[in-house]
C-alpha cells in the first residue's frame, strides 16, 4: 500500500518558516519524482515543487526564493523548507507522486 503522510505543519506568523516533511513507503522510494502541491481553502490544488531521484529539482516560480525542496532516498523522506512565509502560503500541504497523493498537513500563516 502507497503511504505518503504529510507532517511539519501548524501556525505560523508572517515572516515565520516552517519544514514540512513527507514519509513514504509503499513503493520504491528512489524510482519516483516526488512533489509538494497544495490547496488554499476554496481554491484549486496548486503545484509547489519537484524533486527527481538524483536530487535536481523544479520550484515554482511564485515562491522559488523562499521555498526549497529536497529528499533523503535513504529515509524514504522529502521536505519542504518553507522560509518567509506569507499569509498567501495558507493552505494544505501534500506530496504526492505518480501513485496519488496522501494525506496533507495544515499550513496557516496568520498574525
Known amino acids: 500500500e502507497v503511504q505518503l503522510q504529510a507532517s511539519g505543519g501548524g501556525l505560523v506568523q508572517p515572516g515565520g518558516s516552517l519544514k514540512l516533511s513527507c514519509a513514504a513507503s509503499?513503493?520504491?522510494?528512489?524510482?519516483?519524482?516526488m512533489n509538494w502541491v497544495r490547496q488554499a481553502p476554496g481554491k484549486k490544488s496548486e503545484w509547489v515543487a519537484s524533486?527527481?531521484?538524483?536530487?535536481?529539482?523544479t520550484v515554482a516560480d511564485i515562491v522559488k526564493d523562499r521555498f526549497a525542496i529536497s529528499r533523503v532516498n535513504a529515509n524514504n523522506t522529502i521536505y519542504l523548507q518553507m522560509n518567509n512565509l506569507q499569509v498567501e502560503d495558507t493552505g494544505v500541504y501534500y506530496c504526492?507522486?505518480?501513485?496519488?497523493r496522501g494525506q496533507g498537513t495544515l499550513v496557516t500563516v496568520s498574525s
Open positions: 509503499g513503493f520504491t522510494f528512489t524510482s519516483y519524482v
Open positions: 504526492s507522486n505518480s501513485l496519488g
Open positions: 524533486i527527481a531521484t538524483g536530487g535536481s529539482n
